[in-house]
Nanobody
Framework: QVQLVESGGGLVQPGESLRLTCTVSGSISSFDGMAWYRQAPGNQRELVVSITKAGTTDYADSVKGRFTISRDNAKNTMYLQMNSLKPEDTAIYYC????????WGQGTQVTVSS
């Protein structure tokens, strides 16, 4: 059974940075794609960024230029570097991956507040 575990969330002030990590129990090179989603209170879960097996990325307009997705196949790990954080980035962040079925982590809380 594939398991995804997020870490790296926390409380930061506006303008600061965080790096989220998604550790996968299996080989991430077998996935057709991976992504980071987030869900703020009262809102639907939304796509932050996705990355295909070929490395093509797709960022939400709200995070372009501030967030960067990356992965380390040797470590079976995906990252989300978040810079210049804003209060509106506050949410639970989830990683997911898919082949012919999808897999989700349990989420990690990111709070941006002064």
């Amino acid at each position: 059974q594939v398991q995804l575990v997020e870490s790296g969330g926390g409380l930061v002030q506006p303008g600061e940075s965080l790096r989220l990590t998604c550790t996968v129990s299996g080989s991430i090179s077998s996935f057709d794609g991976m992504a980071w989603y987030r869900q703020a209170p009262g809102n639907q879960r939304e796509l932050v960024v996705s990355i295909t097996k070929a490395g093509t990325t797709d960022y939400a307009d709200s995070v372009k230029g501030r967030f960067t997705i990356s992965r380390d196949n040797a470590k079976n790990t995906m990252y989300l570097q978040m810079n210049s954080l804003k209060p509106e980035d506050t949410a639970i962040y989830y990683c997911c991956a898919w082949t012919d079925e999808g897999y989700w982590g349990q989420g990690t809380q990111v709070t941006v507040s002064s």
